[in-house]
């Protein structure tokens, strides 16, 4: 049974191009989880999906983040015009259920750097 | 949210016990105690949880307090490959809870 998937691994973008981060969850998974970890900082929650919908996006700027997770296929964070602030590593986590003993299971992430 | 404190680093050397403390004095009732660690480049993983008995997995022991205020992670035997971040983490049987709140966390270092 394959982990959560993320990809690229890294990223490079220059200032105002856009990056865009997959995430497949593991098989049975329909619960995703981002995190964003900034240098020398603990990973903060940014968004919370199931198939089709947004439920939690109270962590995630109001500004130039998105993020999907459709029906076929992985989830996307997308996060436009990028700024040197957005370097950071993004983290996706997946569960089968939501209940408070069910384990997040996190990819390995994905460095975003901003030039 | 409940917070937790743990202290920020600690030295063990492989082969020996180690025991990882974390103070959690305002938990409620319902707050389920989870460890999760980090190695170097990679993602959290899951250790172990527990509510209000002591717990034991194939990778660690979680000692709770009887007045649940604070709990100790056992790492029986450390090995270099246990050197990680640990994060304590207090998760609420309702609301939100899929919400893990990472702080800082206690880094392992483990001498060979």
Same mark, same amino acid.
């Given at each position: 049974?394959a982990g959560?998937?993320q990809?690229p691994?890294?990223?490079v973008?220059?200032r105002?191009q ?13 619960h995703?989880?981002w995190?964003r970890?900034l ?5 903060k929650?940014m968004?919370?999906l199931q198939k ?5 996006e109270s962590g995630?700027?109001?500004e130039?983040?998105?993020a999907?997770f ?25 569960s089968?259920?939501?209940s ?5 299971y996190?990819?390995?992430g994905?460095?975003?750097l901003?030039l | 949210?409940?917070?937790t404190?743990?202290p ?9 016990p ?11 009732g319902?707050d389920y105690i989870?460890?999760?660690r980090q190695?170097?480049s ?5 250790v172990?949880h527990?509510l209000?008995?002591?717990?034991n997995n194939?990778?660690?022991s979680?000692? =709770?307090?009887?007045?649940r205020k604070s @709990?100790?992670?056992? !790492?029986?035997r ?6 990680a &971040?640990?994060?304590? =983490?207090?998760?609420?049987s309702?609301? @939100?809870?899929?919400k !893990? ?5 206690t880094l392992l270092t &483990?001498?060979?």
């Open positions: 049974n959560v998937m990809n691994r890294h990223l973008r220059r105002g856009e990056a865009r981060l997959r995430c497949s969850p593991m098989k049975g998974h329909s995703v989880y995190y970890q240098p020398e900082e603990g990973l929650f968004v919370y089709e919908n947004i439920i939690d995630m700027p109001k130039r983040f998105s999907e459709p029906k076929e296929g992985p989830s996307i964070l997308r996060i436009q015009q990028v700024v040197r602030g957005d370097s950071a590593a993004y983290f996706c986590a997946s089968r259920m939501t408070v003993g069910e384990t997040q996190f990819g390995p994905t460095r975003l901003v | 949210d409940a917070k404190t743990q920020n680093s600690m030295e063990s050397n492989e082969e020996e180690v025991h990882l403390p974390c103070n959690h004095s305002t938990i409620s319902t989870h460890w999760y190695l170097p990679q993602g959290p993983e899951y172990i527990g209000t008995s002591n717990v194939r990778m660690a979680l000692a =709770i307090a009887e007045d @709990s100790t992670l056992i !790492l029986h450390a090995t270099l490959r246990d050197a &971040v640990y994060y304590c =983490i207090l998760r609420a309702g609301g @939100s809870n899929y !893990l709140t990472f702080g800082k966390g &483990v001498n060979p």
